[in-house]
């Protein structure tokens, strides 16, 4: 986790983000992704290699069902 400054960044906002606030936020920054808790901007992120997002995207988008919070499925 990192705490430099990111206001920089462009933040782009989760589509899956729900309306009590819980969601993250991603910016892409050279070759990393960035990503930040929306409801905490100016604390920790996390950044990973490009294509380390890219592996999790692909690895998402082909499950075959989506489990939420306390294991039940979304």
């Known amino acids: 986790m990192r705490n430099e400054d990111s206001s920089g960044f462009t933040w782009r906002k ?4 729900g309306a009590d606030g819980q969601c993250v936020e991603v910016a892409f920054v050279g070759g990393a992704v960035i990503i930040r808790d929306s409801g905490k901007p100016f604390e920790s992120y996390i ?3 490009g294509w380390h997002w890219q592996a999790f995207v692909t ?3 082909d499950s075959d069902r989506l489990v939420g919070p306390g294991g039940s499925e979304g």
């Open 47 to 49: 950044a990973f290699p």
């Open 14 to 17: 989760s589509s899956y983000s």
């Open 59 to 61: 690895a998402f988008a």
